[in-house]
């Protein structure tokens, strides 16, 4: 089940990246979409208060999306996640809350 409230609930709720991390915002971009099974490749930027390596990054936003988008969005429409540690101008970012809308629509027969 995809998490009912917004983005920013789900972050005060679970600390993904630590106590003492906090998340402000998430950004999303869809860097490409693979014609065979229809799943994306997403690049995703974090807006927190301090740096961290993209490792602890990768892992907690694979885990955040999971919970954010739930089980059918996320395996059904996402095959690779990047890390971006800065917001790159190739990139045109996104709130995550427009991947939710974007795939919900989607979804819907």
């Known amino acids: 089940m995809p998490w009912e409230g917004n983005l920013m609930e789900l972050c005060n709720k679970h ?5 003492d991390t ?21 690049a995703i930027y974090v807006e927190k208060n301090r740096s961290l390596p993209k490792y602890v990054i990768n892992y907690s936003m694979k885990t955040l999306l999971l919970m954010y988008l739930g089980d059918e969005m996320y395996y059904r429409n996402s095959a690779r996640i ?21 795939l919900e629509f989607a979804i819907k027969p």
């Not at 600390?15 to 106590?19: M, S, V, Y």
């Not at 402000?24 to 997403?42: C, G, H, N, P, Q």
């Not at 971006?84 to 974007?102: C, D, E, G, V, W």
């Open 15 to 19: 600390h993904f990246l630590g106590e």
């Open 22 to 42: 906090v998340i402000y915002e998430v950004y999303f971009d869809i860097v490409e979409t693979y014609k065979s099974s229809r799943k994306m490749a997403l």
């Open 82 to 102: 990047k890390i971006a540690q800065r917001k790159y101008r190739a990139y045109n970012f996104a709130p995550i809350s427009q991947l939710k809308k974007i």
